[in-house]
């Protein structure tokens, strides 16, 4: 059976493009799997000062200060297939917004001065891409009164995947989380219980290993990174995720690459949904 598509809009000059007739809490956004390079949108080639990189957004494989251009490739597809998959297992129409220009133009999970560095052509890309995702986390919380934004990426680290809380490696590694003053960007869900909503059997990585999709960290038999490398979540989640909760995803890239990329992508969809119901937090209209 042919999965059903959905319409996008384009957002400011195709720098990204956007559903939001949404009828489910759910918000899948993808900043790095674009391709689209504009000749007259100058390339991001230089180093910024790290004062001007003040987000420790420990996303990708970059020494701070350094500008970070390579794609996260089948990302933006990945995407759009947990979303075709929604629809067709359970008629869930997310809110989606995807990133079309490539990373070497504009990095949207960035602050605004390293992921445009200051062009005045990419500027208004930028804007309107959060713009979009503003408006998405809006809707959401006024429709639904709560919700989950899933911020897609992929890595080459290792083949093991990593579900980024806000929470460094090193806070991943302790023993214990309960009673932590650190943050997390799923707040609303830990309760009295931080390790279970981070890496008990509830929790998003637990649950995404139960659909067969390879090791993730944290999860319930992988409760730390230990020494491995761990992207914790960047400027997106950091940014909405005093409104809503939210989860950033690194897919290794077989996961979203392989030959079972396809359904790789319809178990992550299975998960978020099951990840949701087991968290009391999946509304339909």
Request: net charge positive; glycine share 8%.
């Amino acid at each position: 059976m042919e999965q059903e598509k959905f319409e996008y809009i384009d957002g400011y000059r195709s720098c990204c493009k956007y559903h939001f007739n949404g009828n489910v809490n759910i918000i899948l956004s993808a900043p790095h799997g674009g391709s689209l390079m504009l000749d007259n949108v100058p390339d991001r080639t230089y180093i910024v000062d790290n004062r001007s990189s003040h987000i420790n957004d420990n996303c990708h494989d970059e020494q701070r200060g350094k500008i970070t251009v390579v794609k996260d490739s089948r990302t933006d597809e990945f995407t759009e297939n947990i979303a075709n998959e929604l629809n067709r297992k359970g008629n869930l129409k997310p809110f989606i917004i995807i990133g079309q220009w490539h990373r070497k133009k504009v990095d949207f999970n960035r602050e605004i001065l390293e992921a445009t560095l200051n062009h005045s052509e990419v500027i208004p890309a930028y804007e309107n891409y959060h713009m979009n995702l503003n408006n998405a986390v809006n809707q959401v919380n006024h429709s639904f009164g709560k919700g989950l934004l899933v911020d897609i990426h992929g890595h080459a680290q290792g083949n093991y995947s990593m579900i980024g809380y806000m929470l460094s490696s090193d806070q991943l590694n302790r023993n214990d989380l309960s009673g932590s003053s650190f943050r997390t960007s799923i707040e609303s869900l830990c309760g009295s219980n931080r390790n279970e909503a981070i890496r008990g059997q509830t929790s998003f990585g637990s649950v995404f290993e139960r659909y067969g999709l390879g090791v993730a960290y944290p999860s319930w038999a992988n409760p730390k990174p230990e020494s491995r490398r761990f992207f914790s979540g960047g400027y997106t989640i950091q940014k909405y995720s005093p409104r809503i909760n939210a989860i950033q995803i690194e897919l290794s890239r077989d996961i979203r690459t392989g030959k079972n990329k396809l359904m790789n992508a319809q178990n992550v969809a299975r998960a978020i949904v099951e990840y949701m119901k087991k968290n009391n937090l999946l509304i339909i209209k």
